[in-house]
């Protein structure tokens, strides 16, 4: 029986907890949405359970195609265990429609099909606002094992490919979506963190509706009938 133990750290959207094995934590899903560096917040009474639940989801769905995860299960509604792993301060986000940043800094017009996925590297610092990088700066910045560049890209790549299918069965277009990554003891580095409408652009496929956090963010909707939507159609 694993026991949940001292607070580790705390996260805009998370907690995260010791437990009673040292190779396992707790992860808790919190109600509090924020957007634009912090400078927008709010409380979402019910958004830590929706977010922990379609994250169990689509992790379990990544672990049956043989993509490695931290998740092991999900423990309650608001809590899930994992395996506890050395976090790179890379993360990796992978664009299939143009959206966001990318619209902001290219030549890109808003729900633009990208030719092929689109794969970028940013520094996850919030005093610098977690900018744009390349590979040379994650190894010049040391932020991840050389090695594991291209295994970053590649399981980003996958996971993106399991996802869009998995998604466009349900009528949903997956945009973009940011992976974060991280080193076990053994060394084996596997996709970390959440995987859920905080971390992913989802409309839907027919209408075009946004049901990801650019709902709190531009104040396009209910934010928890974008995510309740979301989990209905992947459940």
């Not at 133990?5 to 907890?17: I, P, S």
């Not at 999900?74 to 966001?100: H, I, Q, T, Y």
């Not at 050389?146 to 996971?159: D, G, N, P, R, Y």
């Amino acid at each position: 029986m694993i026991r949940k133990l001292d607070k580790l750290y705390e996260g805009k959207a998370k907690v995260v907890y010791k437990t009673s094995d040292p190779d396992k934590l707790i992860l808790h899903f919190k109600d509090k949405v924020t957007a634009f560096d912090g400078l927008k917040e709010e409380e979402r009474k019910g958004k830590g359970i929706l977010n922990n639940l379609i994250s169990s989801l689509l992790f379990e769905i990544l672990e049956s195609k043989g993509i490695k995860t931290h998740y092991i299960r999900r423990l309650s509604d608001r809590e899930m265990l994992v395996w506890k792993a050395e976090r790179f301060l890379v993360e990796v986000v992978v664009r299939n429609v143009a959206a966001g940043s990318l619209v902001k800094r290219l030549d890109f017009k808003e729900g633009e099909f990208l030719k092929t996925p689109l794969v970028e590297f940013f520094y996850k610092s919030d005093k610098l606002k977690d900018p744009l990088i390349c590979r040379s700066h994650i190894k010049l910045m040391n932020l991840a094992p050389e090695e594991a560049i291209s295994f970053m890209e590649e399981t980003a790549l996958k996971v993106n490919s399991v996802l869009k299918d998995i998604l466009k069965e349900r009528n949903l277009l997956l945009v973009d979506f940011k992976l974060e990554f991280g080193k076990l003891p053994n060394n084996s580095v596997i996709v970390i963190d959440e995987i859920s409408p905080d971390s992913m652009r989802i409309w839907d496929k027919k209408t075009g509706e946004k049901l990801d956090k650019d709902r709190f963010r531009y104040n396009l909707g209910d934010l928890l009938e974008g995510y309740r939507k979301i989990l209905e159609r992947i459940s």
